[in-house]
């Protein structure tokens, strides 16, 4: 099993910045890719940045030039810079990683964070 924990949500004020963390711990062979979701309230999950094993990342239109993931593989620890922050930016943001672990056998799966608040509200 892999544990996905998120910090580094709150409240921000337009205009400002957050950095999220979500760190992934068990039996973790390898973290294929990690990545950041967002839900708004009545709105669908959607994709905001997601970043492979060697570094390749990609963003979801409405954060391009204004978030940027990155990831330390020794500590199975995806980050999320987000500056410029817009109230529409506002959701739950969840953690996802692609996981191969160890068990009987490999086994790879995704798993999910259990989502931390981000508010951008003056």
């Known amino acids: 099993q892999v544990q996905l924990v998120e910090s580094g949500g709150g409240l921000v004020q337009p205009g400002g910045s957050l950095r999220l963390s979500c760190a992934a711990s068990?039996?973790?062979?390898?973290?294929?890719?990690m990545g950041w979701y967002r839900q708004a309230a009545g709105k669908e999950r959607e994709l905001v940045a997601s970043?492979?094993?060697?570094?390749?990342?990609y963003y979801g239109n409405s954060v391009k030039g204004r978030f940027t993931i990155s990831r330390d593989n020794a500590k199975n620890t995806v980050y999320l810079q987000m500056s410029s922050l817009k109230p529409e930016d506002t959701a739950v943001y969840y953690c996802?990683?692609?996981?191969?672990?160890?068990?009987?056998?490999?086994?790879?799966?995704?798993?999910w964070g259990q989502g931390t608040q981000v508010t951008v509200s003056s």
């Open positions: 996802n990683a692609d996981v191969t672990t160890t068990g009987v056998g490999l086994f790879r799966g995704a798993y």
């Open positions: 068990g039996s973790i062979v390898t973290i294929n890719s």
């Open positions: 970043i492979g094993s060697v570094g390749n990342a």
